[in-house]
Protein backbone atom coordinates (compact mmCIF):
# COMPACT_ATOMS: atom_id res chain seq x y z
CA UNK A 1 0.00 0.00 0.00
CA UNK A 2 1.35 3.31 -1.16
CA UNK A 3 2.57 5.72 2.02
CA UNK A 4 -0.13 8.20 1.67
CA UNK A 5 -2.77 6.22 1.76
CA UNK A 6 -1.78 4.64 4.71
CA UNK A 7 -1.03 8.23 6.85
CA UNK A 8 -4.83 8.92 6.59
CA UNK A 9 -5.41 6.68 9.34
CA UNK A 10 -3.00 8.50 11.17
CA UNK A 11 -1.90 11.65 13.54
CA UNK A 12 0.99 13.48 12.37
CA UNK A 13 3.31 15.43 14.15
CA UNK A 14 5.56 17.48 11.58
CA UNK A 15 9.31 18.04 11.99
CA UNK A 16 10.18 21.68 11.88
CA UNK A 17 11.38 21.52 8.83
CA UNK A 18 8.91 19.69 7.00
CA UNK A 19 6.17 22.30 8.07
CA UNK A 20 8.29 24.86 6.96
CA UNK A 21 9.05 23.44 3.89
CA UNK A 22 5.31 22.43 3.14
CA UNK A 23 4.20 25.52 4.34
CA UNK A 24 6.36 27.56 1.65
CA UNK A 25 5.53 25.29 -0.76
CA UNK A 26 9.27 23.85 -0.88
CA UNK A 27 9.43 21.38 -4.27
CA UNK A 28 11.59 19.71 -1.58
CA UNK A 29 8.30 17.59 -0.44
CA UNK A 30 6.94 14.80 -2.67
CA UNK A 31 3.49 16.03 -4.32
CA UNK A 32 2.10 12.42 -3.17
CA UNK A 33 3.24 13.35 0.37
CA UNK A 34 1.94 16.98 0.39
CA UNK A 35 -1.08 15.31 -1.18
CA UNK A 36 -1.66 13.19 1.85
CA UNK A 37 -0.22 16.23 4.56
CA UNK A 38 -3.33 18.73 2.72
CA UNK A 39 -5.94 15.66 3.41
CA UNK A 40 -5.02 14.81 6.49
CA UNK A 41 -5.36 19.08 7.40
CA UNK A 42 -8.42 18.85 6.22
CA UNK A 43 -9.36 15.71 8.30
CA UNK A 44 -7.45 18.13 11.81
CA UNK A 45 -4.99 15.35 11.81
CA UNK A 46 -2.01 17.26 11.73
CA UNK A 47 -0.03 18.54 14.24
CA UNK A 48 2.91 20.60 15.07
CA UNK A 49 4.95 21.00 18.59
CA UNK A 50 5.79 24.08 20.70
CA UNK A 51 9.37 23.59 20.29
CA UNK A 52 8.88 23.72 16.39
CA UNK A 53 7.32 27.49 16.82
CA UNK A 54 10.08 28.21 18.86
CA UNK A 55 12.62 27.32 16.08
CA UNK A 56 10.72 28.97 13.36
CA UNK A 57 11.34 31.78 15.74
CA UNK A 58 14.70 31.38 15.88
CA UNK A 59 15.11 31.04 12.27
CA UNK A 60 13.45 34.20 11.79
CA UNK A 61 15.99 36.07 14.28
CA UNK A 62 18.55 34.89 12.63
CA UNK A 63 17.53 35.93 9.12
CA UNK A 64 17.71 32.27 8.18
CA UNK A 65 13.58 32.37 7.01
CA UNK A 66 11.73 35.08 6.24
CA UNK A 67 7.94 35.34 7.05
CA UNK A 68 5.02 37.15 5.35
CA UNK A 69 3.60 38.02 8.28
CA UNK A 70 4.54 39.43 11.52
CA UNK A 71 4.95 36.34 13.72
CA UNK A 72 3.12 38.24 16.94
CA UNK A 73 0.16 38.13 14.23
Known sequence: ????????QYKLLLDTHIWIWTM?????????????LEQNAKN???????ISIWELGMLV???RVELEMDCLD
Not at 1 to 8: A, C, G, I, N
Not at 44 to 50: C, G, P, R, T, V
Open 1 to 8: MPVHKQLK
Open 44 to 50: ENIFISA
Open 24 to 36: MGSEKINPHFRAS
Open 61 to 63: ARK
